[in-house]
């Protein structure tokens, strides 16, 4: 059965949207319901298997293209609202002004969620965590930052979050903090190439800016994670006639 019963009944009754719908769609990062198969659980997912501008990548350093691109400017001054245990990531939801500009515009913080181990990949090396910061602009397009982290010290900008996380999928509480400083202010060394989402539906006409100088990260913390999530990564996808630029 390729469409999910919600989106038959759905569709049946005539509601406009099926776009949602293909989130109670039941998928995993491994097995029957694996990245392998995301595309057959639902009409709704066929980008993860036909799309050719995919995420993650593994971005090669000799083959970028060196550019002279502008700063990234955040300027986080909201909180975050809550934190939830959805089954494929811990996603923490924001409230406020949380602004990132570059020559593209204006784009809000929606959320912060992480993948472990990273999804992108740099010369072929994986990072044990990548953080996603979504943001979206009035036209509703999307600019995500991945941020990636290296094993090492505690993150003190983490404690909080894991200690307040939910233990079991579905679960969300509430978590009132100022953004956490993950981020500098003005980044100026950066990937960015066009890309996905990387989770089903893998929609396409993403901003990616991945940002190469990893922060730390314990062994605990990413035990802690594992331990909440399990592994949560969509492995690299290919390039195809993409390319990436580097600012630095
Ligand atoms: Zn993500």
């Known amino acids: 059965m390729k ?22 769609v039941h998928w995993t990062y491994s097995g029957a319901t694996g990245p392998d198969h995301w595309a057959e659980l639902s009409d709704e997912f066929e980008a993860c298997r036909l799309g050719k501008n995919q995420s ?4 090669v350093s000799d083959e970028v293209v060196e550019s002279a691109l502008p700063p990234i400017n955040l300027d986080y001054t909201g909180s975050t609202a809550s934190v939830i245990n959805n089954g494929h990531t811990l996603q923490v939801n924001v409230s406020g002004k949380n602004s990132l500009t570059t020559h593209g515009g204006t784009f809000q913080l929606t959320q912060f969620h992480f993948h472990s181990p990273s999804e992108h990949q740099i010369d072929g090396e994986s990072f044990p965590l990548e953080a996603h910061f979504v943001h979206q602009n009035e036209k509703g397009e999307l600019a995500v930052v991945g941020l990636l982290f ?15 996380a939910p233990q079991k999928s579905g679960e969300q509480v509430s978590y009132s903090r100022p953004v956490p400083k993950l981020l500098n202010r003005d980044i100026t060394h950066y990937y960015r190439y066009s890309g996905s989402l990387t989770t089903p539906p893998c929609t396409e006409g993403l901003r990616w800016f991945v940002i190469p100088v990893p922060v730390t990260i314990s062994e605990e913390q990413i035990a802690t994670y594992i331990g909440l999530i399990g592994a949560d990564a969509r492995g690299p996808q290919p390039i195809n006639a993409r390319i990436v630029l580097h600012g630095k």
């Not at 469409?3 to 109670?24: C, D, F, I, R």
């Open 56 to 59: 993650p990548i593994n971005i």
């Open 3 to 24: 469409k999910s019963l919600t989106a038959l009944v759905l569709a049946s009754l005539g509601v406009q949207g099926l776009a949602w719908a293909g989130e109670a």
């Open 150 to 164: 290296r094993l090492g010290e505690e993150n003190q900008n983490l404690v909080s979050l894991t200690e307040v």
